[in-house]
C-alpha cells in the first residue's frame, strides 16, 4: 500500500505564495508519474500539473506561468510552488500518483488533500 501525505496549505491573501509537499511512502514499488489536481466547492476536481518519472511537465492553462511542480525521485515526494495566487485558486489540493509494483501492475493513489484559500 501506497500512503500520500499533503502539506503547506493554507490561508494566503492574493497575489502571495505557497508551497505544496507530497510524500510518498510504502514498499514494495516505485512511482511513475505524480500529479496535483483541485477541487473547489461545487466544482469538478481538475488537473493543476502534472510531472513524469523523467521530469516532464504539463499544466493547466489558468496556472501557466504561475505555479511550477517539481519532484525529488529520491525521496518520492512531488512540490507545487504557487505564485501570484488568485482567489479562484482556492480549493483542496490533492496530490496523486502512480505507483509501479511487482510484474509492473500500476495503482493509482491519492491523498487526503490540504486546503488552499486565498483572499481578495
Known amino acids: 500500500q501506497v500512503q500520500l501525505v499533503e502539506s503547506g496549505g493554507g490561508l494566503v491573501q492574493s497575489g502571495g505564495s505557497l508551497r505544496l509537499s507530497c510524500a510518498a511512502s510504502?514498499?514494495?514499488?516505485?512511482?511513475?508519474?505524480m500529479a496535483w489536481y483541485r477541487q473547489a466547492p461545487g466544482k469538478q476536481r481538475e488537473l493543476v500539473a502534472g510531472?513524469?518519472?523523467?521530469?516532464?511537465?504539463n499544466y493547466a492553462d489558468s496556472v501557466k506561468g504561475r505555479f511550477t511542480i517539481s519532484r525529488d525521485n529520491a525521496k518520492n515526494m512531488v512540490y507545487l510552488q504557487m505564485n501570484s495566487l488568485k482567489p479562484e485558486d482556492t480549493a483542496v489540493y490533492y496530490c496523486k500518483a502512480i505507483a509501479v509494483r511487482t510484474l509492473g501492475y500500476r495503482y493509482q493513489y491519492w491523498g487526503q488533500g490540504t486546503q488552499v484559500t486565498v483572499s481578495s
Open positions: 510504502g514498499s514494495g514499488f516505485s512511482i511513475d508519474d
Open positions: 510531472i513524469s518519472n523523467g521530469g516532464s511537465t
